[in-house]
């Protein structure tokens, strides 16, 4: 099929180069010249394992083009998808402008029947929307579908070869199977698409990602109530997994959620229900819950040292997940943030994501600084604290953080080491929902 894809952001560029490399024509759509053109030179703007030898693959081949050309974009596929932010706006809710201003290129620029895939995270009712905007600006039939995506960044290119499961939300039955032809090529043990309306599809979005963070809220809050009882959340989680009614994901404490997609689409979904005179408890404690723990580590330091001025400390991991440079709302970077701003310095690290932390940081100057070896940002530190549960940090030389730190103190917001062992070490020892030794 003949496919173009407005937007080469995460999902953008995900979806084109994957759909290119089960044999489709693909042209991706982005303003942005300077992103186009590392696209074109085979590099891509983002981490993302296995991703950028399928782009550089699929382009030297030519079914995958990319361009800032929207409207010839258009005009040459007989699918589009939008696949543009959906940013928060101020209130809580989901930005539409984007969306909607690649519904009115597609209305004007609409020269045979087309099917248009919202593929974007957005609210219920936004495809209608959607399908007004492009019937205001063309007497050309189209159909519009809903088709939501579910990739974890740092395994997005294995959720897109073997999902667990494709929505598709269409009133065109015709429209909705054309779709599903698109996923066939990743169906091949197992048919996991599900067919409904547009709503419901839409809906099952969001639903999806507030139920996930549900219960990383919940577990979280369950650890800090281990540390006040004195149980141990590891022993709890363990108990609690084997029960198949809850299962082992998602139930791992830490210092709350972060990236692009659970807290903007709590925020939304909360934002909805208040738009419909509906009360949305749940989604509000996920939320303030999650806000909470993100300061447990800064928390935990102001505990153990009083004042944190003049204090200085190590951060490992800066991302706000392992196997990806994403750092939006990232649990390290508030936790920096109010380290300096309680007097403090900070020197960080992280295997892919400095860069982009840097860029957020930089208001900070030089009350942060960054090195690309966990052992250096270690030098003189007062205590180190772990925030991102890269592999690499799980078997470290203990006897080099020692020699390093000016305190033997390590604040650990992943429950990477194992108590007894950081006493028998003579490490001062924090972690979350677990007793100290």
């Known amino acids: ?10 999902v953008g560029l995900v979806t084109g180069a994957l759909l290119a490399d089960a044999g489709n024509t693909v042209v991706c759509v982005d303003i942005d010249e300077r992103k186009v053109s590392m696209l ?6 983002i981490y993302e394992e296995g991703l ?3 782009v550089q693959r699929n382009h030297e081949d030519g079914r995958l083009l990319f361009t800032t050309d929207a409207a010839e974009a258009i005009k040459k596929s007989n699918i589009v998808f939008i696949a543009v ?10 930005d539409l402008k984007y969306v909607l201003k690649v519904a009115e290129q597609i209305g004007d620029n609409m020269n045979s029947t087309k099917i248009v895939i919202c593929k974007s995270t957005v609210p219920v009712g936004t495809c209608d929307k959607v ?9 050309v039939p189209f159909h ?11 395994s997005a290119v294995k959720d897109f070869q073997s999902p667990d499961r494709v929505i598709i939300g269409a009133s065109d039955k015709e429209a909705a199977e054309t779709v599903g032809e698109l996923y066939k090529p990743f169906m091949r043990r197992s048919d996991r698409i599900v067919y409904m309306d547009l709503r419901s599809a839409e809906m099952t979005k969001y639903a999806s990602n507030a139920m996930l963070a549900t219960k990383i809220s919940f577990m979280n809050e369950i650890a800090n109530l281990c540390d006040r009882v004195g149980a141990d959340v590891e022993h709890v989680r363990i108990g609690m997994s084997l029960d198949e009614r809850i299962g082992p994901h998602f139930i791992f404490p830490g210092v709350g959620y972060g990236g692009s997609c659970f807290p903007k689409d709590v925020r939304a979904l909360s934002r909805l229900g208040h738009e419909f005179d509906m009360e949305t408890g749940v989604l509000d404690a996920v939320e303030s819950i999650n806000d909470r ?6 928390s935990a330091a102001r505990e153990h040292f009083g004042s944190l001025e003049g204090r200085t400390f190590a951060v490992w991991g800066l991302a706000f997940k392992p196997k990806t440079d994403d750092v939006r709302e990232a649990p390290a970077l508030i936790g920096i943030r109010a380290l300096v701003a309680a007097g403090a310095k900070v020197q960080a690290t992280d295997p892919v994501a400095l860069e982009n932390a840097k860029h957020e940081l930089a208001d900070l100057g030089d009350a942060v600084t960054f090195e690309h070896d966990e052992y250096d940002v270690l030098e003189g530190a007062d205590a180190l604290l772990i925030f991102t549960e890269w592999n690499q940090y799980r078997s470290p030389e203990f006897d080099r953080i020692l020699a390093a730190l000016k305190s033997p103190v390590i604040f650990d917001g992943r429950n990477l080491y194992s ?7 003579g490490i001062h020892y924090d972690s979350i929902g677990r007793p100290t030794v």
């Open 1 to 10: 099929m003949k496919i173009a894809v407005m937007g080469t952001g995460y």
């Open 40 to 45: 074109r030179e085979g590099h891509i703007p």
């Open 52 to 54: 950028e030898s399928i």
């Open 85 to 94: 932010g959906t940013p928060s706006d101020h209130d809580g809710s989901a």
């Open 131 to 139: 399908q007004g905007v492009i019937a205001g600006r063309t007497d």
């Open 144 to 154: 519009v579908v809903s088709n939501p995506e579910f990739l974890k960044e740092g």
């Open 293 to 298: 723990q993100k300061l447990r580590l800064v």
């Open 419 to 425: 108590p007894a062992k950081m006493k028998k070490l």
